[in-house]
């Protein structure tokens, strides 16, 4: 997954990073790690913290990439990377992280969620970034639930973390549920 995901970063890594004259040439590989590896943590990062919703908002479309919380703190920690490890200054770090990151996510949304497309797939993802603890859930079911609004607990439209909490937490004296077994997988 990871040699996917630096291929799908040096297909979009053009003006932001290649063509960037403040990253110097020698340094190009280097900052295609960084922004992949930026991507990884930031999803990793928001399923260790409970934010499986915006992930699951993220992976399923629902909203603008560019408002998605997941998105912006990918895009941030990529904005920290290059400024701490290659010496970029804030405005030359924004511009190329504005640059890369909302097009190499919308290209990996768009990947995880075409079935013919075998080189990126939602369930692989999840496994890399919990280190296959989520192997034996079903995250595609549980991506399409979320698109087809199945987890509007409340009826009101929306699938929000009122209805994502009262579904994934299961019901019953049993507790349990999903949101418990992702909550589980980085203990």
Known sequence: MLEQLLD???????NA???NQNIPNEKNNEAIGLASNSILSGIQQAIAGGNIKDVLSMFGGQHDLQQNPVA???QSGFLENLKNQLGLDQNQAAGAASSLIPGVLQKLVHKTNDPADKQFDIQSLFNQVT???SSGMDIQSLLSKFKSGAFDADGDG???LQDVMAKLKGTGSGGGGIMDTI???FK
């Open 17 to 19: 990073i290649i063509n």
């Open 131 to 133: 280190g296959g603890q």
């Open 8 to 14: 799908l970063v040096k297909s979009h890594a053009g």
């Open 183 to 185: 909550k589980n997988i």
């Open 72 to 74: 912006q703190n990918i």
């Open 158 to 160: 929306d699938t929000d």
